[in-house]
């Protein structure tokens, strides 16, 4: 069975700092191109950043640019969001995905096979 499993979330004050790990089982996601999505309450998910299955490229939203770094080390099968100088704006439920196919990172969520059930993160002001 194909699992991502995100952790890391938690209450952070504006300014602090979290790092999110998703760690993925059931497949080699090493190929994969691997991303961070985000959904605050009454909002769409939007895109926070995604990489390249070799960790060369990465992209990330204008929003967490500079603040946020995604990475991955595919001998564990895990991605990480290291995300510093939280705003109370960052809150939101964070999922990690999966797209088998692009050979590249992209934002839209509809690319992407693989979605794991998101941690919380609150960032009070």
């Known amino acids: 069975q194909v699992q991502l499993v995100e952790s890391g979330g938690g209450l952070v004050q504006a300014g602090g700092s979290l790092r999110l790990s998703c760690a993925a089982s059931?497949?080699?996601?090493?190929?994969?191109?691997m991303g961070w999505f985000r959904q605050a309450p009454g909002k769409e998910r939007e895109f926070v950043a995604a990489?390249?299955?070799?960790?060369?490229?990465?992209y990330y939203a204008d929003s967490v640019e500079g603040r946020f770094t995604i990475s991955r080390d595919n001998a564990k099968n895990t991605v990480y969001l290291q995300m510093n100088s939280l705003k109370p704006e960052d809150t939101a439920v964070y999922y990690c995905?999966?797209?088998?196919?692009?050979?590249?990172?992209?934002?839209?969520?509809?690319?992407?096979?693989?979605w794991g059930q998101g941690t919380q993160v609150t960032v009070s002001s």
């Open positions: 995905a999966a797209d088998r196919h692009a050979p590249l990172p992209t934002i839209s969520a509809n690319e992407y096979d693989y």
């Open positions: 059931g497949r080699t996601f090493r190929r994969d191109v």
């Open positions: 990489i390249s299955w070799s960790g060369s490229s990465t």
